[in-house]
């Protein structure tokens, strides 16, 4: 071990930390080998709440130049100063807490800031929340050759209006809930990256009764792999990106500024591109219009919203750039007040980089003012082609490897107590339902074993309604997600109604937010009462037809809008029988909520149904069937021949 290694302490402990309650206090880092370590802990200006004698503990810097110095449990409460000292140097810590830990994972909807949900919440946006709730996002990187024993970087941020953008918007919506119901500091600890499968998740030994994972990880564990790969990727995209830039005939003819007069077409936003034989395939496309503002709206801040693209855009208004996105999910929301009155010209380039352009279907075009006048752009557009190309092959997404993203962000987490986890992820895996379950039953097992936590909470989201091309298999998704809640200890959010339809990232996080903290109200507070949604248990077949038991329901099934409930259907296999409720005869059924169950007569054919099912579709209509508390029920399928007769 280098001896001149510089003495530092773990970015989980910082200014502003959390740190958990009732529990012992892992102060950690790295020094030089054989170097003694004191920590001292002790009131902020002796004002902290719950601890009156300061609290110090002991250590010594291993050979491998790593230290830990364990200090006493406390109890909710703060703020507290930490000192922490190795032969002449001295590292000093202010403004921590004692509270609950939670840690955020998953994917893109767990990550997703409050940055991208500012129009949906803007009064929370703009206030922020409790300084007692805070976030610690952990520093992105993958590591595939061994766990990471440290963090790279990261830093204690408070739910002030400042730092709002940056935080996790289910976990601000969580950590809200929670704190307006204990008054305890929150901590989340944010551990979440888009696009990311349960795989690279998952540690190297949970993985092992999965070799087909293994061996990819043992592929990226070659050394010089990844780097080698990174770089033939970086090489070949930006030759790409350089050789659309020559061929673009409007960046050589400052379309962007009025020029190229000639050829263009008229089109609404709201067309499909794959309908116009010039508008398919990879290539620029440019679109441009004209729009009247009035003298009392010209120069005000407003909001130019188009929706979602595929894939990059950049937007020009009156021939200045105003804006750019560089991939298909993001919003496109452009702010300016370029806007003159009079005629104003917008002018669009989009890059189709990885296939066929174009504008989500369904998404509106506006142009918003403050003041809340809006103005619809969807018609009135022309187009031109700027270039055409062939496809750019997509690059080798590391972060999706198996392992990775445990061993870079998970595994250097073990050593902090946490009250509980909040898993929101699927997306990535939602064509691999049938395997899903044993992926997700080694991660929670595995996850506890390393926090050394047996019972450790688990709460879980499902995947919400979503109803395009790469949503497919998300009803066969979400059944299998129902299920997984005989993993003991733990919980799912059901979140169909917070979904878009035509949107992967839908901006409805509160309710999603609001609901994990319900959940945690009983999983790892131990509070009595309904907290959970919904989930179908067993049916009866009855003479009349079936009778439906529920989970959660003990106070009496409602209905989210006061009508009968709706979204129930039979099904009725063909020939060759399904066992998933897809490809059948399916037809609407009648129910009627009897207290805490729901009968649904037989219907008037010549035999039984094969199944039963409720809100079976990515986009349904008319479910509305809730508890007492209004959360909504699970989408689930019951056949009937597995049912018992009553």
Same mark, same amino acid.
């Given at each position: 071990? %280098? ?29 030089? /080998? ?27 810097? &291993?050979? /491998?130049?790593?230290?830990?110095? %364990? ?109 307006? #119901? ?18 690279? !998740? ?10 087909? %994972? ?17 770089? %033939? ?7 790409? !990106?350089?050789?659309? $830039? ?7 003819? &400052?379309?962007? /500024? ?21 508008? @398919? ?168 074993? @390393? ?21 497919? &298999? ?19 959010? =059901? ?19 609001? #609901? ?7 999983? +790892? ?17 009855? $003479? ?55 009968? =649904? ?9 094969? +199944? ?11 479910? &509305? ?22």
């Amino acid at each position: 071990m %280098e001896q001149n290694v510089r003495f530092s302490v773990t970015p989980l402990i910082s200014d502003h930390a959390v740190l958990q309650r009732d529990e012992v206090i892992p102060v950690h880092g790295r020094g030089r /080998a054989g170097a003694g370590v004191r920590a001292e802990l002790e009131p902020e200006w002796g004002k902290a709440d719950g601890v009156i004698q300061p609290k110090s503990g002991w250590g010594v810097v &291993n050979p /491998a130049g790593t230290w830990l110095v %364990e200090l006493p449990p406390l109890p909710a409460g703060g703020p507290y100063r930490l000192r922490v000292e190795s032969e002449r140097e001295e590292l000093e810590f202010h403004d921590l807490y004692f509270g609950d830990i939670w840690v955020m994972a998953g994917q893109s909807n767990m990550q997703l800031p409050m940055e991208r949900v500012k129009y949906r919440y803007p009064e929370e946006y703009k206030k922020g929340a409790s300084p007692m709730i805070r976030q610690f996002a952990v520093p992105i990187q993958w590591k595939f050759d061994s766990d990471s024993d440290a963090l790279s970087g990261g830093e204690w941020k408070m739910a002030a209006a400042e730092h709002t953008p940056v935080f996790s918007a289910v976990g601000f919506f969580f950590a809200q809930k929670l704190y307006k #119901r204990y008054r305890i500091p929150i901590g989340l600890i944010l551990t979440a990256v888009g696009g990311t499968p349960v795989q690279a !998740w998952m540690s190297r030994e949970a993985l092992c009764d999965f070799p087909d %994972e293994r061996k990819k990880l043992d592929a990226c564990s070659d050394p010089g792999y990844v780097e080698r790969i990174r770089k %033939e990727d970086e090489t070949r995209i930006a030759a790409w !990106w350089r050789l659309l $830039a020559e061929r673009d005939q409007g960046l050589a003819e &400052n379309w962007a /500024a009025g020029g190229g007069r000639r050829f263009w077409k008229k089109i609404s936003l709201a067309d499909r591109w794959d309908d116009r034989e010039d508008l @398919k395939g990879a290539g620029t496309v440019w679109l441009r219009n004209c729009v009247e503002i009035p003298p009392g709206l010209a120069g005000q801040p407003v909001r130019i919203s188009l929706g979602t693209i595929t894939d990059a855009d950049c937007l020009f208004v009156n021939g200045e750039k105003t804006g750019s996105t560089s991939y298909r999910y993001p919003p496109r929301e452009y702010e300016t007040t370029a806007l003159r009155p009079g005629r104003n010209r917008l002018v669009l380039r989009v890059a189709a980089v990885h296939g066929q352009g174009g504008f989500t279907r369904g998404k509106s075009h506006r142009l918003i003012w403050e003041n809340g006048e809006e103005r619809d752009i969807t018609d009135g557009w022309e187009y031109r082609r700027g270039a055409v190309m062939e496809t750019l092959g997509e690059q080798t997404f590391f972060e999706r490897k198996p392992a990775g993203m445990y061993q870079g962000m998970i595994a250097p987490l073990h050593r902090v107590p946490v009250k509980g986890i909040c898993w929101y992820q699927g997306e990535m895996n939602a064509d691999e339902y049938e395997r899903y379950p044993g992926y997700f039953n080694r991660l929670v097992e595995d996850w506890r074993r @390393k926090w050394n936590r047996a019972g450790l909470p688990v709460l879980f989201v499902q995947l919400p309604c979503y109803d395009l091309e790469a949503g497919k &298999n998300w009803v066969q998704f979400r059944e299998m997600q129902r299920k997984l809640t005989s993993v003991p200890g733990t919980a799912m959010v =059901v979140s169909m109604d917070c979904g878009e339809e035509n949107d992967l990232h839908p901006v409805n996080k509160k309710p999603v937010g609001e #609901r994990l903290a319900m959940a945690a109200f009983q999983m +790892a507070y131990g509070e009595d009462g309904i907290w959970l949604s919904p989930l179908f248990s067993y049916g009866e077949r009855t $003479a009349e037809g079936m009778i439906l038991h529920f989970d959660h329901s003990e106070c009496g099934l409602e209905t989210l809008d006061g009508t009968a409930p709706g979204g129930f259907e039979y099904c009725f296999y063909g020939g060759e029988g399904k066992e998933d409720g897809r490809k059948v005869r399916i037809i609407p059924a009648e129910a009627r909520i009897a207290g805490n169950t729901v009968v =649904v007569p037989w219907p008037m054919r010549d035999r039984l149904p094969d +199944a039963l099912v409720y809100s079976w579709s990515n986009n349904p209509s008319g479910a &509305n069937l809730c508890n007492s508390v209004k959360l909504p029920a699970s989408p689930f399928l019951c056949q009937i021949e597995t049912e018992k007769n009553h």
